[in-house]
């Protein structure tokens, strides 16, 4: 912490009791910690109390950070040192759990995935809350309608045969065939970046769907046209207008237009 | 992918989830086809339009003398030929069909009400029902020169009456 803290503004009272949070990594000409680049990073947050307003304002923190620091850092270097009352999601910090998804720069992301030497930092870093979703608290969003949709295209293996007494075997085409979705985190990216989520949040989604993928395309599943016959529904994938947001935000790029789209054609392939 | 379980099992429903007055009841019992139709309907009708609209250009603005030659007698003289009388009609159709069902689509993207979205749908039919119809009379009942009307109204091509 000692070396760390060198580099850093004037040492506050919390800084003796931020755990220790930074791996050494050796630059590239071969200097240690102390090598990396440190800057000076304006971000601005959106705030949303309801119990003191119910209108959402921008809070503006100027703190120090390094050239390995992610926005998941900016965050916890605000809440940890500056402004407790900051609340946001996160769990694994690794671009794993899917919890720290957010509207960063106005695009939405893992804070914990989005280093902060890819972003301008000539201009304030923006921080919201992932849009469509009813906002609980600062970063906070009451995922529950996600979920609902999620829920909906039964994301569970069903298989009516006998239960049998080893794996059930699959070709590595037939794996190959959903690889693709069965990356998804749940983390919502997608679905609120759909506008037309945005309107009224009645759209399945996205991530319903990429989850409804994975297991229409899976050949050990026997319930792939019971979700097909969910997904052709006035809210299913026909609202889909293609406009690649959410492929663009995934943070495990997933060719999630690509998979609504291969859906579509299922269900039109099932029609005629 | 395609064994018919239905029987025994249904898909998980939620009873209606109410956030902030919005009720998230996406899936309800009504499940037909129309949207995968009207899906379908905007391709296969855009691939056709596409047909239309560039012959429908290319006859009456390249051919000949161009643009120039367009006046009342040019339409009276097309929609005399049947082949021309079906284009035009068919072209009515599509377009007016796909250019409806497009702005149903903004309707109901940038609607967020139901009233709202319930008269507008309503104004956008009724209109799209009016032009259809009228436009539908006029190719098939087009009469440049209908038979007791005053000389002086009539174009110069008419036989004198």
């Not at chain 2, 025994?8 to 998230?24: C, F, L, Q, W």
């Not at chain 2, 903004?106 to 009724?126: G, H, N, P, V």
């Amino acid at each position: 912490m000692a070396s760390t803290a060198a580099n850093t503004a004037p040492k506050s009272d919390f800084e003796a009791r931020e755990p220790e949070s930074k791996v050494s990594i050796a630059s590239e000409n071969g200097e240690g910690e102390n090598g990396i680049k440190s800057y000076d990073v304006t971000v601005q947050i959106r705030r949303y109390n309801p119990e003191i307003s119910e209108e959402a304002h921008w809070d503006e923190f100027k703190v120090q950070m390094f050239g390995t620091d992610r926005v998941l850092d900016v965050l916890h270097k605000v809440k940890w040192e500056i402004d407790g009352s900051l609340s946001f999601r996160r769990s694994c910090a690794h671009g794993i759990c899917g919890s720290d998804a957010m509207r960063i720069n106005g695009r939405n992301r893992l804070a914990c995935k989005t280093l902060l030497k890819d972003l301008d930092l000539s201009k304030p870093i923006t921080v919201e809350p992932i849009k469509g979703l009813p906002c609980e608290k600062d970063l906070i969003v009451d995922m529950e309608p996600f979920f609902q949709a999620y829920r909906e295209v039964m994301p569970f293996l069903v298989n009516d045969s006998h239960e049998p007494e080893r794996e059930r075997y699959q070709s590595q085409a037939d794996r190959a065939r959903f690889d693709d979705t069965t990356k998804c985190i749940l983390c919502a990216a997608c679905t609120s970046s759909c506008p037309v989520f945005w309107t009224d949040g009645q759209y399945f989604g996205p991530a319903a769907i990429v989850n409804a993928h994975r297991f229409i395309f899976d050949s050990r599943d026997d319930a792939g046209d019971m979700r097909l016959e969910i997904l052709n529904d006035k809210e299913g994938v026909w609202r889909c207008r293609t406009t690649f947001n959410c492929t663009e935000a995934c943070p495990r790029g997933i060719e999630i237009t690509k998979a609504i789209a291969e859906v579509k054609q299922a269900i039109l392939a099932r029609s005629f | 992918m395609a064994t018919p379980l239905k029987t025994r099992i249904s898909a998980p429903r939620s009873n209606d989830n109410v956030v902030n007055g919005i009720k998230y009841n996406r899936s309800n019992s009504k499940r037909n086809n129309f949207e995968m139709l009207a899906w379908l309907f905007m391709r296969v009708s855009g691939v056709i339009l596409v047909v239309l609209i560039f012959g429908h250009l290319f006859v009456n603005l390249m051919m000949g003398e161009g643009v120039h030659r367009i006046d009342f007698g040019f339409v009276g003289g097309k929609w005399a030929n049947p082949f021309w009388q079906v284009w035009d009609a068919v072209l009515l159709w599509l377009a007016m069909l796909h250019g409806t069902n497009g702005i149903r689509t903004i309707i109901m993207d940038y609607a967020e009400k139901d009233s709202t979205r319930f008269w507008l749908k309503l104004i956008l039919f009724l209109a799209a029902a009016f032009v259809l119809l009228v436009g539908t009379l006029v190719i098939f009942t087009f009469s440049p020169c209908p038979t007791g009307s005053p000389a002086e109204l009539l174009p110069s091509f008419c036989p004198a009456p």
